[in-house]
Every structure is written in structure tokens, then in C-alpha cells.
């Protein structure tokens, strides 16, 4: 299984950014998937999840509201738009895929991950 993750950048506060995590080597429509971030010196938390249909979302409290994930299963590719960002999205972005049926937010639901895609938001 291989998931790449590209969008990632600089951008200034209040900016936007759409990141992207193309998967291969697994039926994509079958499994959830999710999106997490660690920033330096943090543990990695849970950005976003969305189920193998798309019908389930989840989010961090602290992005609600400016962040938007959703998946095409016919492109094996999930996103995730970022808008209103803050310095305190600054991270590596990691998108994985989770073999249960809903994303939930721990860590260890998760079994393929990408390699991350930075993004710095300035202040």
C-alpha cells in the first residue's frame, strides 16, 4: 500500500490550502481514511476522518469549521481543504488508511500512512 500526499506549503495566516493523498496497492473504496498532523516536539493528532463511503466525517475540535475532508473513491484520492489557517496548523500532514469501516481518531486504527507533507502557516 502506498499513499502519497502532495499541497503542502507556505502560506500566510487566514490563507487557504488543499492537500491531497493519492493511494494505490489497496481497494480504496473499501477502507476509511484519515488525516493527522505532528508538529515538532507534539505527539500526532487527529485532523479529519472520513469513512470508506464518504457518509462519515469527523473532525478535531480545532479544526471544525475551516476544515473540510472528502474522498474520490473513483481517483483513490482523498483531500483535505484547509481555509481561515492559523500559525497553529503548522505541521506535517500525514494521511493513512484505516481498515475498519468509520475513521476514528487514534493513532493505532490506522495501518499504512504516507510520508507527510509539511505545511507552514506564517503569522
Known amino acids: 500500500v502506498q499513499l502519497v500526499e502532495s499541497g503542502g506549503g507556505l502560506v500566510q495566516a487566514g490563507g487557504s490550502l488543499r492537500l491531497s493523498c493519492a493511494a494505490s496497492?489497496?481497494?480504496?473504496?473499501?477502507?476509511?481514511m484519515g488525516w493527522f498532523r505532528q508538529a515538532p516536539g507534539k505527539e500526532r493528532e487527529f485532523v479529519a476522518g472520513v469513512s470508506w463511503s464518504g457518509h462519515s466525517i469527523s473532525y478535531a475540535d480545532s479544526v471544525k469549521g475551516r476544515f473540510t475532508i472528502s474522498r474520490t473513491n473513483a481517483k483513490n484520492t482523498m483531500y483535505l481543504q484547509m481555509r481561515s489557517l492559523k500559525p497553529e496548523d503548522t505541521a506535517v500532514y500525514y494521511c493513512?488508511?484505516?481498515?475498519?469501516?468509520?475513521?476514528?481518531?487514534?493513532?493505532?486504527?490506522?495501518?499504512?500512512w504516507g510520508q507527510g507533507t509539511q505545511v507552514t502557516v506564517s503569522s
Open positions: 496497492g489497496r481497494t480504496f473504496s473499501s477502507y476509511a
Open positions: 493513512a488508511t484505516s481498515p475498519g469501516v468509520l475513521a476514528g481518531p487514534k493513532v493505532y486504527e490506522y495501518d499504512y
